[in-house]
């Protein structure tokens, strides 16, 4: 009976084990053993180019530019991700009227399909747009949202902040349960504002839910895909071409396997690197001293 309870754990670590192997270490090994061959001159019959792949990488401009502006989308999008529904759950966490149907609007953007919210987008940000209408409106000149350089990776962020702030205010929302009331009552007799009350209490409580929302949202802006490419497919003149949009272009348009599985890798251990990044800033206590 013991034998049998000394492994039951196991089991029930089993099915996690057997998807991660499935959808993640076959998958990164095989990308990892395509990256040292070259499809370029054949697709079926590649020839072994060992590490040709990445030097070639680290040598084209264009793959510094969409490191750019992936970097870029990063700086744009993560702040807005982080901390504006950080703000959205504190006020959804008050005792007001109509609570629910707030929840529900904020929320409504994630249940949508992110092609179909960036079709309207499209839409939205287009020359004859009801964006560029309004400064018509205002005698204004309209502005190329995805058609300028300046504006197409600013536009498209945009999209992405819209579908994630209801999804990680939820998540704050669930850690701020956690908080202890008497700290915040506490707080009111002493006088403390609503701001000052949410910095001193709020903010060092659900400090571990920051650090993961952070990650994700980190995560999820390196892995921007299909805003892009509906809305602008990475152009124009490149400005809006993020890395997985450009691995996606050299695997599926140009049929260079080896060189889009070297910018997977690539782009793996910068996933990595950030992830350990915000384990540090985060919660390095929570993990002793690493």
């Known amino acids: 009976m013991n034998y049998y309870k000394k492994y039951t754990p196991y089991l029930f670590l089993f099915p996690a084990l057997a998807v991660l192997v499935v959808f993640f270490f076959i998958p990164f090994f095989q990308t990892l053993g395509l990256s040292f061959f070259d499809y370029s001159s054949s697709l079926y019959h590649p020839h072994f180019s060992g590490a040709d792949n990445y ?16 970097f870029m989308y990063l700086v744009i999008a993560v702040p807005f991700l982080v901390i504006f529904p950080l703000f959205v759950a504190i006020l959804i966490n008050q005792k007001i009227r109509g609570i629910t149907l707030y929840k529900i609007l904020i929320y409504f953007p994630v249940i949508v399909s992110i092609v179909v919210a960036a079709i309207a987008f499209k839409w939205l940000f287009a020359g004859q747009g009801i964006l560029n209408y309004v400064l018509s409106e205002m005698n204004l000149s309209p502005i190329g949202w995805l058609t300028d350089t300046k504006w197409a990776l600013f536009s498209v962020a945009v999209v992405t902040i819209w579908k994630g702030i209801g999804y990680y205010m939820m998540i704050y929302l669930a850690s701020l349960m956690s908080v202890p009331q008497d700290l915040y009552e506490a707080c009111d007799i002493d006088g403390a504002g609503f701001f000052k009350k949410h910095l001193t209490v709020t903010i060092p409580h659900i400090m571990p839910t920051i650090a993961l929302v952070s990650t994700i949202s980190t995560i999820s802006a390196m892995k921007v895909f299909a805003e892009i490419y509906v ?19 050299r695997a599926f348009e140009n049929l260079d396997l080896g060189y889009a599985s070297a910018m997977a890798v690539v782009l793996l251990v910068i996933v990595m690197l950030f992830s350990l990044i915000n384990i540090f800033c985060f919660e390095k206590n929570k993990y002793g001293d690493i």
């Not at 030097?55 to 992936?70: A, D, R």
């Open 55 to 70: 030097i070639k990488l680290f040598k084209e401009p264009i793959f510094y530019k969409v490191m750019f502006n992936t």
């Open 231 to 249: 809305m602008t497919k990475g152009g124009p003149l490149n400005s809006s071409k993020t890395i997985v949009y450009y691995i996606y272009e």
